[in-house]
């Protein structure tokens, strides 16, 4: 084999500026999410948790929380509190119904996506709503210009449309505001809101059109309930079948959730009806925005859904979970329609060294509720957070938190383990006088595992690797962090071995990541006849152990020792 040099190779970039001497990570889990839900990280985390929630007022709110995993039916986690002010059920339990409100959202695109797929998200709502084909776009300040809004932009709150066009108008209970225009009879919002009757299709749709425009579509976003409304007419007028039979029949059906409704189950005890006026609202054709109502354990369930891709083609999924736009916070984007929250999550609970993960969440709230479905992808784990109550913002903040702060982590280092006892060791070639060895570890306090030497034939490839990224090996200990790119191939189905993919990323031990760090765009640099130099193809046995190793730009299979 010809030695390394860099006269050898044809770099497809040259060393860039967007990289430091530092584990810069890549976007995505740092090691395979753990598959064992009583791994010892997570069943530590229990006290942690309940100890964070010692603070809340347990008189005045009840609330129902789940954690809950994609590799295991069962809930990794769950309590339940009931008021002692009576707020609803006799006793809170997992069965218990609660109004959703907004999560709403989530499900109706969910259930877009189960029955018609995403290949209609660049289609104009006009193509499905006649009545908006025929509005008129005189001034753009005054008008929507319904012809560029789009089924994905209204799933994604950026379609430029407002938030509501009766729901909570002010003219549904007073009549006159000082300072503000006379209202024509024809002006007063008649149905839609509290205390109204519901509108119908042309009522809602006459109202709808007289809604100013927000922004222009895909400008900015902006939170709207209506969105939903459009997006469900929509999905009808493809299908043929009502919304509200589209949601039963492609989720609630398949995914068994009989304590889920669509509106609310009237003669139903097991509730949280608090208050009153909040469980009883009926949104009518609005409800895919917010009229939906489930149990913990259901909306548990449809969470994992999700995550295990039960329902949609696995791309679907994770071009679904994906952002969609940017908001005016660094550390908010929005998806479809994903209330995406950038988090800063440390590598071990004691490590001052933190990657960025991003939650998908939804959530709801009306009246007395507050609700949220939050997944992390990274951890193959979700939340499920009902409140409702007196004090439930208060109650709802200080758990969501705490799941950040308690569940996240612990999810990153019981991961963390499994990758440890997984891959971690000593790996060799057994080719006859192939002088060649790898290493592969964890680096205390850095997230990702740590490949701290690679000798291929007997030359130092990984000061070449490290060096040719960008990194000055000279500058203290180097190496490569390996990150799992979702990529697993079978190799022995009935067996149950299977190979895992890598990719590693050069940096100097100990050297925090620079916020303009770019392995996104300096990935891949390392290539010999077309074949990766940063990739590494773990064997894993049947018993979860990595029993070799290749890495195919060095042409070598290097096995466990």
Not at 12 to 37: D, F, M, W
Not at 171 to 199: A, H, M, N
Not at 318 to 337: D, E, K, V, Y
């Amino acid at each position: 084999m010809k030695p390394f040099s860099s006269i050898h190779l044809v770099w497809i970039a040259a060393a860039s500026e967007l990289v430091a001497a530092q584990n810069c990570p890549i976007l995505g889990p740092a090691y395979p999410a753990v598959t064992n839900i009583a791994a010892p990280k997570l069943t530590a985390a229990k006290a942690r948790f309940d100890k964070a929630l010692e603070s809340v007022n347990r008189t005045s709110t009840s609330f129902a929380v789940q954690v809950y995993s994609a590799h295991d039916d069962d809930l990794i986690y769950s309590t339940y509190n009931t008021a002692t002010a009576q707020v609803g059920a006799a006793t809170v339990g997992p069965d218990t119904i609660w109004r959703v409100f907004s999560i709403s959202k989530a499900i109706t695109v969910y259930a877009f996506l189960a029955r018609l797929g995403d290949g209609y998200w660049n289609e104009p709502i006009t193509k499905f709503i006649p009545e908006l084909a025929n509005a008129p776009f005189r001034d753009p300040t005054r008008d929507v210009n319904w012809a560029e809004v789009t089924l994905g932009s209204l799933a994604g709150q950026s379609s430029g449309l407002t938030r509501d066009y009766s729901l909570r108008d002010a003219s549904t209970v007073q009549t006159q505001i000082p300072g503000f225009r006379e209202l024509k009879d024809s002006e007063i919002v008649k149905c839609g809101s509290f205390g109204l009757r519901t509108c119908n299709r042309t009522e809602a749709l006459r109202t709808i059109m007289r809604t100013y425009p927000w922004a222009l579509s895909y400008r900015t976003p902006n939170y709207s309930t209506m969105a939903f409304q459009l997006l469900a007419y929509a999905a009808e007028n493809i299908t043929g079948e009502s919304f509200d039979d589209i949601v039963v029949d492609q989720l609630f059906k398949p995914l068994n959730l009989t304590r889920s409704s669509v509106p609310i189950p009237r003669n139903e005890t097991n509730v949280v009806n608090y208050s009153t006026a909040a469980w009883e609202l009926d949104l009518g054709d609005l409800s895919p925005g917010g009229g939906y109502s489930q149990s913990a354990s259901d909306l548990s369930t449809l969470g994992r859904s999700i995550l295990r891709s039960t329902l949609l083609p696995p791309v679907v999924t994770r071009g679904w979970l994906s952002p969609a736009i940017h908001t005016g916070s660094l550390l908010h984007s929005m998806g479809r329609p994903w209330e995406i929250v950038r988090h800063r999550l440390p590598a071990t609970s004691t490590s001052n060294i933190t990657r960025n993960i991003d939650i998908y969440g939804k959530q709801g709230g009306g009246g007395a509720y507050t609700t949220l479905l939050a997944l992390s992808p990274d951890h193959d784990m979700g939340v499920s957070i009902m409140t409702a109550g007196d004090e439930t913002q208060e109650v709802f903040n200080t758990i969501r938190q705490a799941f950040l702060d308690v569940w996240a982590v612990a999810a990153e280092e019981a991961a963390r383990d499994q990758a440890e006892a997984t891959y971690a060791g000593s790996y060799v070639s057994k080719a006859a006088g192939d002088n060649s060895s790898m290493v592969v570890g964890l680096s205390p306090g850095e997230p990702a595992l740590f490949v701290s030497e690679v000798i291929s034939n007997g030359t130092n490839a990984l000061e070449f690797i490290t060096n040719n990224f960008g990194v000055d090996p000279k500058k203290g200990k180097y190496g490569l962090w390996l990150y799992p790119m979702g990529l697993v191939g079978e190799t022995k189905p009935e067996g149950g071995k299977k190979k895992v993919a890598f990719r590693g990323w050069p940096g100097l031990v100990g050297v925090k990541a620079d916020e303009l760090c770019g392995s996104w765009a300096s990935s891949d640099r390392v290539r010999w006849g077309n074949y990766p130099g940063d990739l590494y193809i773990f064997e894993v046995d049947e018993g979860g152990k990595a029993m070799a190793v290749e890495n195919p730009g060095l042409g070598r299979i290097f096995e466990r020792v």
